[in-house]
């Protein structure tokens, strides 16, 4: 009676009306970009561009594949991100699982998990973080922008938590058959925790791709830049050599240049994400359980 009721179905509706309009005022400033990426210089200087591009080119996207700072970045930033989040998971999956277990079995766990967590809430700060990668000699590399961020505190704090929701007879009963903690990790706790290694990896690919001012600190040659730093420093006027004929002078303007920009830099993403979506509340959920 609760769910068919009048007043439940108005509340109901009222929430349905609420979350689309809320939907909407989030995407619009991205459809605004995506309509001004597509429009000629003229429209976006008269204000003419709303949501439907007005005098439909392509120019400003032709221009910035044919710079190779953009491809060049993106490049960077795919490599951050197949690297980054492989040495994010295994650490995550290594580090949670002996957590996981119980005082008696584990001593000193307890002492572990709040050294994390006081890791998690106060850092060592930017200058001694910039003198420890400088003095590894890691500044203009790869590296500099995977390892500071090697071990994700948060997302080890989600995966022992569900680790420790499992039933413990799964692993005894391993151990009873002989398997030891190696083939108990990887043969039983991380195929039933896909779901929340899922939600974890799609938090690692997110953060990697996004991240934007450890590259502008640790990198030195702007060729280095990850497409996140790269984007950052699009503030520049844009660059009258670059383009090759008169026609499209009046086609792109520094604002559909950038506009563009910022969409080929979220596709990635945005493709990605409809595929792990359905993993998010469910992992969530789950990794939030303990005993």
């Known amino acids: 009676m609760e769910y068919t009721s009048p007043l439940r179905k108005l509340f109901l509706g009222f929430n349905y009306i609420f979350l689309l309009l809320t939907g909407l005022l989030c995407l619009l400033p991205f459809v605004h970009v995506l309509a001004q990426s ?5 429209s976006i200087a008269s204000r003419e561009v709303t949501f439907w ?67 998690m809430i106060f850092s060592g700060g930017l200058i001694p973080l910039y003198l420890v990668v400088n003095n ?10 995977i390892l500071p961020g090697a071990v994700p505190i948060y997302n080890v704090v989600l995966l022992l938590n569900f680790f420790r929701s499992l039933p ?12 030891g903690h190696w083939r108990t990790l990887f043969r039983i706790y991380v ?10 990896t799609l938090f690692s690919i997110v953060g990697h791709w996004n991240s934007w001012f450890d590259g502008i600190i640790f990198m030195n040659d702007p060729v280095n830049y990850p497409l996140s730093s790269y984007l950052q420093t699009v503030i520049i006027p844009i660059d009258i050599t670059a383009i090759n004929s008169i026609e ?44």
């Open 53 to 119: 591009p007005v005098e439909f080119t392509t120019a400003s996207y032709n221009l910035i594949f044919q710079e190779s700072k953009l491809l060049t970045a993106m490049g960077v930033s795919v490599q951050r991100v197949l690297i980054g989040v492989a040495v994010n998971m295994l650490l995550t999956v290594l580090l949670a699982y002996p957590l996981a277990k119980e005082d008696q079995r584990f001593r000193g766990r307890t002492v572990y998990a709040w050294m994390l967590i006081f890791a």
């Open 136 to 145: 590894l000699q890691l500044m203009d590399t790869l590296w500099a922008l």
């Open 168 to 179: 413990k007879e799964i692993g005894e009963s391993a151990f009873i058959d002989g398997a």
């Open 248 to 291: 499209d002078l009046g086609l792109i303007s520094d604002r559909s240049l950038k506009d563009a920009q910022i969409i080929v830099g979220a596709l990635p993403i945005l493709t990605i994400y409809p595929f792990l979506q359905r993993f998010f509340v469910k992992g969530i959920i789950l990794g939030s359980v303990k005993e």
């Open 38 to 42: 597509f429009s000629s210089a003229v």
């Open 191 to 200: 195929p039933l925790s896909m779901p929340a290694i899922a939600t974890l």
